[in-house]
């Protein structure tokens, strides 16, 4: 059974160029597994789920080798457990399957897998950079997401909270409970 993982690391990255590239590779849309989850970690839920389903004599489809994880450890880590259970590794990048059982093949992907953490490194290096010389030279600077504008939605929501649980104002007014607690704290902040 052939099977395709997408992996992206943040909630605004987009999954559809892997998907579509999963898809021209031979793979079902019902054995694609996709998430937004960070790479530097083995336990990610679909991936989870999907290596739970894995049989020998399977192959798993990644685009790229970071795809399968952004430190060389997670990588390797995943990749001989695959192979150790009998399942094929093919990265669409390279035209071909993992094969560690010659030199070649093994320093090939070890390469990079490093090359994939090297990446990640200098992304995580350059934004701290960037939010270093933010700190310094914007007296404005704030870091994570910028305060929510309190509308008129949301102080009617307020308001209906302060006579209501925080699931019964979920449920009436379409917005998840942590949104709720946020607005409450928000809303009260403000006030002192």
């Given at each position: 059974m052939k099977y395709g993982y997408a992996r992206v690391s943040g909630t605004s990255q987009d999954l559809h160029e892997q998907i579509s590239e999963l898809k021209q590779?031979?793979?079902?849309?019902?054995?694609?597994?996709?998430?937004?989850?960070?790479?530097?970690?083995?336990?990610?839920?679909?991936?989870?789920?999907?290596?739970?389903?894995?049989?020998?004599?399977?192959?798993?489809?990644?685009?790229?080798?970071?795809?399968i994880g952004r430190s060389v450890k997670v990588a390797v880590d995943i990749v001989d457990d695959l192979l150790e259970r009998g399942v094929k590794v093919y990265i669409i990048q390279l035209s071909g399957y993992v094969n560690k059982s010659n030199m070649m093949g093994k320093m090939l992907f070890n390469f990079l897998?490093?090359?994939?953490?090297?990446?990640?490194?200098?992304i995580v290096d350059r934004l701290a950079r960037g939010k270093a010389y933010s700190k310094k030279h914007n007296p404005n600077f704030h870091e994570g997401r910028p305060r929510r504008c309190i509308t008129d939605?949301?102080?009617?929501?307020?308001?209906?909270?302060?006579?209501?649980?925080?699931?019964e104002t979920a449920l009436a007014t379409s917005v998840s409970e942590s949104t709720v607690k946020r607005i409450r704290r928000q809303i009260r902040s403000n006030q002192k």
């Open positions: 590779a031979g793979i079902a849309d019902d054995k694609i597994y996709s998430e937004k989850f960070t790479g530097t970690k083995a336990d990610r839920p679909q991936w989870q789920k999907l290596s739970s389903k894995l049989q020998p004599g399977d192959e798993v489809f990644f685009t790229k080798v970071d795809r897998t490093v090359m994939a953490e090297f990446e990640h490194d200098m939605r949301y102080k009617s929501i307020y308001e209906f909270s302060l006579t209501h649980s925080i699931r």
